[in-house]
């Protein structure tokens, strides 16, 4: 019997519908969402272990497009080969520590450089630099964003403690993943980099952004708390891009909140953005926080949200990424010359 394509996806639909009905398990409300995933025998598998392997890519693509079903086509295997290919790539990078780290400087009201973002890149043998956009949550989803952040963390304090013994001594904040930021075993590592660098523990932050705490809220907070006991310092990134909650904000022990580029971008014109500015900035006060504006790139964008009373700020108006010793050189020429910015 040979069926349409149209009467199959018809049927798929109505099963998907029956089983994404709530159910009622102990009194309590439940709903399941259902996604198909359709490979056809034989054009999409010889046997039906290859048939099963191509539905589950369909039924994980489907998730991923947010679509109720898909159908296999032959571009999913060619995907996934290729992304298999760079994740071993990227192992290779880590195991042969080719990753390096650049770092933007952050500014005070009075144009003092306070702090570094560390923000790691991928260099090719061609010269040029994969963006951390590109590849990092490629690491989220393969295992590697752990060996990632220890990597990042230990170049951060490795730099910081550089920048310290040449005189410039400088809070350094790195980008943790989700997974890094629930790892048991972190605060433990922090304390080992800090006394193996003899680095204050004030001259380290990590940065943690709202979705990365969002699946386990409670042991994350337990986890920033622990780390607030060792002394650094904890900055809530992307602050107002996500789900952003009130209450998340009330309950974690953070002295930073970074307000997103999103909000920044031409903000003198922008008087929705002016209005979240504000917003966040005086609630952030009122928690006793210091805000950080980034991806501040224009001279009226920086002179408004100093009268707006953000504290401290970061973006390419001030400071480009780059390496650590290039910063090094910034901050000498900065404190040759303190009135240039
Ligand atoms: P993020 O944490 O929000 O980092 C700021 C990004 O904005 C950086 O991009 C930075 O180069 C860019 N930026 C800074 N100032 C300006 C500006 O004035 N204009 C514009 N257009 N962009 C500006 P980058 O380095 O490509 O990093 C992208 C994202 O990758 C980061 O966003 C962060 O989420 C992630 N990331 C970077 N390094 C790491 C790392 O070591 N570990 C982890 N887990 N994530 C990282
Ligand atoms: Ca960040
Ligand atoms: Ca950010």
């Known amino acids: 019997m040979t069926v349409s394509l149209s009467h199959l996806a018809a049927s798929v639909e109505g099963w998907l519908g029956e089983l994404g009905k709530p159910l009622a398990i102990d009194g309590e409300r439940i709903e399941c969402q259902m996604v198909a995933g359709i490979a056809l025998g034989p054009q999409d598998g010889e046997d039906a272990r290859e ?35 760079r994740s071993s790539a990227l192992k290779d990078a880590i195991h042969n520590d080719v990753l390096v780290m650049h770092y933007q400087l952050q500014f005070d009201a009075s144009g003092v450089a306070v702090g570094a973002e560390a923000l790691i890149r991928w260099p090719q043998p061609d010269g040029s630099m994969v963006s951390p956009g590109e590849f990092i949550p490629l690491a989220e989803e393969s295992g590697l964003i752990v060996p990632i952040g220890r990597l990042a963390l230990n170049h951060a304090c490795a730099q910081a403690a550089k920048w310290r013994q ?4 400088l809070r350094v904040a790195v980008n943790l993943g989700a997974e890094h930021i629930h790892d048991p075993e972190l605060p433990e590592l922090i304390e080992g980099l800090l006394a193996r660098y003899q680095l204050p ?23 920033l708390q622990r780390l ?18 009130l209450a998340y904000l009330r309950d974690l022990p953070a002295q930073r909140l970074k307000l997103d580029r999103e909000f920044i971008t031409d903000l003198p014109h922008q008087p929705h ?14 928690m006793g926080m210091t805000v950080l504006a980034e991806g501040v790139e224009r001279e009226e964008e920086y002179a408004l949200l100093k009268a707006l009373g953000v504290d401290e700020f970061q973006g390419f108006l001030l400071a480009r990424p780059l390496p650590g010793a290039q910063v090094g050189e910034h901050l000498k020429a900065l404190s040759l010359a303190p009135s240039v910015k």
């Open 51 to 85: 048939l099963l392997r191509h539905a589950h890519l369909a039924a994980h693509r489907a998730r991923q497009s947010q679509q109720r079903y898909h159908f296999f086509v032959n571009e999913l295997n060619t995907h996934l080969h290729r992304r298999h290919q």
């Open 228 to 245: 607030r006991e060792i002394g650094i310092e904890i900055a809530l990134d992307d602050f107002g891009t996500g789900h952003t909650s």
């Open 166 to 169: 040449s005189g410039y001594p």
């Open 273 to 286: 953005n002016q209005a979240i500015c504000r917003a966040v900035i005086t609630l952030g006060h009122a």
């Open 201 to 223: 523990a004030r001259d380290l932050e990590i940065e943690v952004t709202e979705s990365s705490l969002m699946e386990n809220i409670s042991q994350g907070r337990q986890q």
